[in-house]
């Protein structure tokens, strides 16, 4: 079992930054790779970045792309999403979740163990 963690949620204006974690514990053992999602109401979970545990090697949608950075503590087994230029379009709850196998998956059915979500509020 893994048990993944969310914080540093909030409400932001448009244009400004946020810095989400996701902390891991259990059985963390098989993680190859560590991803954030975001779902808004009526909509399907969205790819936003993940990362690899080892190699570190990121992933990003193109929605966020030069505007979000995903980084990780291996010994803290935390990830993190560095959220800049804000825009309002970016609202949503945010998961982190966890892919155990290669590739880095970009869909949600490729992650088996799920935070319960941090909110994300930008307002215009």
């Known amino acids: 079992q893994v048990q993944l963690v969310e914080s540093g949620g909030g409400l932001v204006q448009a244009g400004g930054s946020l810095r989400l974690s996701c902390a891991a514990s259990?059985?963390?053992?098989?993680?190859?790779?560590m991803g954030w999602f975001r779902q808004t109401p009526g909509k399907e979970r969205e790819f936003v970045a993940a990362i690899t545990w080892t190699g570190g090697s990121t992933y990003y949608a193109d929605s966020v792309k030069g505007r979000f950075t995903i980084s990780k503590d291996n010994a803290k087994n935390t990830v993190y999403l560095q959220m800049n230029s804000l825009k309002p379009e970016d609202t949503a709850l945010y998961y982190c979740a966890r892919d155990p196998s290669v590739p880095t998956g970009r869909v949600a059915k490729d992650y088996d163990y799920w935070g319960q979500g941090t909110q994300v509020t930008v307002s215009s």
């Open positions: 259990g059985r963390t053992f098989g993680s190859w790779a």
